[in-house]
């Protein structure tokens, strides 16, 4: 069973696809790759904090202080939970919530006309699409835990 999906990817795809997901090194770095903005958004926070605080103001999130420290813990603690392949669930979690806020906060495409409309609503299905990804490694890591016992 390849990252606990049952049948299919092992059954559904050609040869060279499922050598290449059975390499150990290609989850490791899909793991990175997905959680690469939270990461990079929460180190650059953290070392830029009166930003960070700026940027929770400037969407209307107060006490913005209060924000940017969450914004920032969920960012980092969330990515290295789904690098690290441990508590992938409260990883997951943590930054599909964080997107959600995003997503309603900075992406209200709704209140929106024009070029800033289109921009906004590229963006909030750009980040609905990110909240599945992370519904999906939490189910893979779960399979893979499932297997190994």
């Known amino acids: 069973m390849l990252g606990g999906l049952g049948r299919g990817p092992v059954a ?46 400037h969407f209307g999130l107060h006490p913005a202080w209060l924000w940017a420290t969450l914004a920032i813990f969920v960012e980092i603690a969330g990515s290295l939970c789904i690098v690290f392949n441990r508590f992938t669930w409260v990883g997951a979690g943590g930054l599909a919530g964080l997107t959600v806020v995003a997503m309603l906060v900075a992406n209200n495409f709704w209140r929106l006309e024009g070029v800033a409309r289109f921009i906004a609503l590229n963006s909030f299905f750009e980040h609905l699409g990110l909240i599945a990804a992370f519904v999906m490694v939490t189910y893979v890591a779960s399979g893979e835990r499932r297997s190994r016992v």
Not at 34 to 48: F, N, W
Request: net charge neutral.
């Open 12 to 57: 559904d795809s050609p040869s060279w696809v499922v050598a290449l997901l059975r390499q150990p090194w290609v989850m490791p770095l899909v793991r990175i790759c997905l959680v690469s903005a939270y990461l990079v958004g929460g180190i650059t926070k953290l070392m830029h904090f009166d930003a960070a605080v700026a940027e929770q103001a």
